[in-house]
């Protein structure tokens, strides 16, 4: 059975979604965001998806301290990204109690220090997001498009050793349209072996079960799960 991942999004320390990666179109839906993930252990979810939006706009991580918090009153498997650079970032997000760290554009801007994280740590401890919009990457907290192909990317870097992405369509993130189904089975007929984690535009349980007939191995939740569209009874069938 898929893995049901929810996903805190973090500004100012605050639990919030974007609609279409804009951060202009901001809602804040909780001032702790560790009372957030309490509710999501408590429910049964193992893991947890966490991003500091402003470390993603500004490039240097800005939320850490929430990560510490979450990860240390929790059991959760936490992912944590954005905005991480260096390979002091990438011990700073460890440090804090991540299990995972999950990094976008420097695999786009610098994919030697991204090689080295995967060899360093393997590819279960350095997670790939793809971010992208009509096919194609985009990076620095969606706001810089680029001409590369994410079906590309991610080939490029499954013959160098990286198992698991997860890929995000901007243009479903946060508007609960559905998500991306032609765009992932793609993926999947390219790629069989990788383990794909669908994230961006899931309005339903029946999106979920839709993400693991095709074959997507985990999917990320957010607004669907704020706005109510996916409640906690629905939640627990997915507890692990």
């Not at 999501?40 to 470390?55: K, S």
């Not at 899931?202 to 957010?222: K, N, P, Q, T, Y």
């Amino acid at each position: 059975m898929i893995e049901l991942i929810p996903a805190i999004d973090i500004i100012d320390g605050k639990c919030v979604r974007l609609t279409h990666g804009d951060f202009a179109r901001k809602t804040v839906y909780a001032d702790d965001p560790l009372e957030v993930a309490k509710r999501f252990e408590g429910l049964g979810l193992r893991r947890l998806h966490m991003v500091d939006l402003d470390g993603a706009k500004s490039g240097i991580p800005s939320n850490i301290p929430v990560l510490h918090r979450v990860a240390s009153s929790t059991r959760l498997i936490v992912d944590f990204g954005g905005g991480i650079k260096t390979d002091a970032d990438v011990a700073a997000v460890f440090d804090a109690g991540a299990a995972i760290v999950n990094v976008g554009s420097i695999a786009v801007k610098d994919p030697e220090t991204f090689l080295n994280w995967i060899e360093r740590f393997g590819g279960d401890r350095i997670l790939l997001g793809a971010d992208c919009k009509n096919g194609n990457v985009a990076i620095s907290g969606w706001q810089e498009q680029t001409d590369i192909s994410i079906c590309d990317m991610l080939n490029n870097y499954f013959k160098k050793g990286v198992r698991s992405t997860f890929v995000t369509d901007i243009g479903r993130d946060g508007a609960m349209t559905g998500p991306s189904v032609d765009l992932y089975k793609q993926i999947i007929a390219d790629l069989p072996e990788l383990d794909l984690i669908a994230s961006g535009g899931v309005s339903s349980v029946g999106d979920v079960e839709e993400l693991d007939r095709i074959g997507c191995s985990g999917v990320i939740v957010g607004k669907a799960i704020y706005e109510g569209r996916i409640t906690d009874k629905n939640l627990r069938q997915y507890a692990r």
